[in-house]
């Protein structure tokens, strides 16, 4: 087992997951500012594409698939 200045590391620390949700939620908080840097950067032509795009994906999420990619969530069973 890994030690830490002579403490045991835990699986969960040791892979970083409990970092995973403070650095969800930091990239989260860029995410306005990274799309408005898109969308200033993108040719004004681009533009209507852009919002038919972004309008037909939300138009299609589903909630139910929201965990799809979730290694060991089954989102049936909550």
Do not use: C
Not at 8 to 31: C, F, H, K, V, Y
Not at 44 to 61: C, D
């Amino acid at each position: 087992m890994p030690r830490r200045s002579g403490l045991w590391i835990s699986p969960l620390e040791r892979w970083g997951i409990n970092l995973m949700p403070r650095d969800t939620l930091a990239a989260l908080e860029q995410l306005p500012e990274a799309t408005a840097r898109l969308r200033k950067n993108l040719p004004k032509h681009a533009h209507p594409t852009l919002a038919r795009f972004e309008a037909s994906v939300r138009h299609n999420l589903l909630p139910a698939e929201a965990y799809n990619m979730v290694p060991g969530r089954d989102p049936q069973n909550g």
